[in-house]
């Protein structure tokens, strides 16, 4: 209250205090003024307290307030500086940013950059926001290590300038063919609803069209088309006639409000269905189990009668088996092809045939005294030295040969 009075009196400062008029000494209240219950005569004041009331009256009501004692410079400093303050602070909570880090992997109280560049968006389209605003909410929204990706530019600094920086380091450096292809290639997944699965799409096909690889005139006919190829509840794309929507697709909005309404039509009749046929479900499941048991005690007493009878096949074949073997083990075999028998007694000791004595080879040539090759094929300088002392070698070892074959004689 003390405040919005000395904003009043800022409003009109030097609007002077109004004196009361006087009342004449004559003058009485009237007897109605009074309550009857009390007493008529009242005690009167002396004259001189009287002339004394009046004095201090009048002065009272004849001086006024200046203007410096009502609205005095720090108050009106003070007043000033708290209207700044909650105006900026409402500002600030408006605008407020998540924060953001750049961490790997991403803490569960942050968000992604994405995310946290589309808020940044919307804070640089509002044109009641300075671009010192901007920066300042730009700057208090990131933590470490982003935050050292703009520690060295000042406050002045342009807020595109920030954001070109951290583009850099944290923005998506794929180019539009690739995150398109990237879009053509979501399908949906198992237990996913149609409308998330669309959101998934819009989600991919903006960044293409971020970076230049879809038109944005075209997004709503990519988006149909690619819900159509990736979609896997062809009774739901029948049901809503998409495939006959791709020359005048609708919007993404409409589109999702189609599926979701679609989507709670069958949730609900599902619902039906399960309150109606619940018990005669369960009963019929019930007659289900006990078909199935005795289905079951019938095909074990097959298979046990089967695996009887293949175990007596198995014992007749074995014994089939060893009586062949044991009459071709009692046939004798014909006289024409049993071996003649040698005749029992001692052998004669005869002399053995002299054994074959091969004579050596020279294996040298007899031009260069070279191994390995003739002299008809020798293409090397002749070496009469070598070739003597090969052929002395070669000599000798026929004589040895000859003298250890008549040895191996005199012993038989």
Known sequence: MTQIRRSLAELNPETPVVAKPEQPEDSKPPD??????????????SPSA????EAQGGERHSASIPAADLNPPEVQLYVVEHVVRSGDSSLHAFHRLRAFSGKVPRPIQETDYDTWRSGVELALKDPSISDLQRTRLIRDS????????????????PPEVYMKQLDSAYGTVQDGEELYAKFMDIFQDSGEKPSAYLQRLQVALQHAAKRGGVLEKDMDKQLLNQFCRGCWDNNLISELQLKQKKHNPPKFTELL???RTEEDREAAKT?????HLGPTKQKATTN??????????????????????????????QQQLAALTAQQCNVKPPFAACPASKPYGPKKVGKNPKPSISSPEPGFCFRCGEDGHIKPQCENAPNSALVSAKRKQFDNKQKWQKQKSSASEDLN
């Open 142 to 157: 990131l933590l470490p290590p982003a935050c050292n990706m703009v520690k060295l530019l000042s406050l002045d600094t």
């Open 271 to 275: 619902l039906r269905m399960k309150q």
């Open 288 to 317: 289900a189990q006990f078909a199935n048991t005795a289905e079951e005690t019938n095909l074990c007493t097959a298979l046990t009668t089967l695996t009887k009878q293949l175990s007596q096949q198995m014992a007749a074949i």
């Open 50 to 53: 009287a002339s004394g009331a």
């Open 32 to 45: 109605s003024v009074f309550p009857p219950s009390l007493p008529a005569s009242l005690p009167s004041k």
């Open 257 to 259: 409000l189609l599926l």
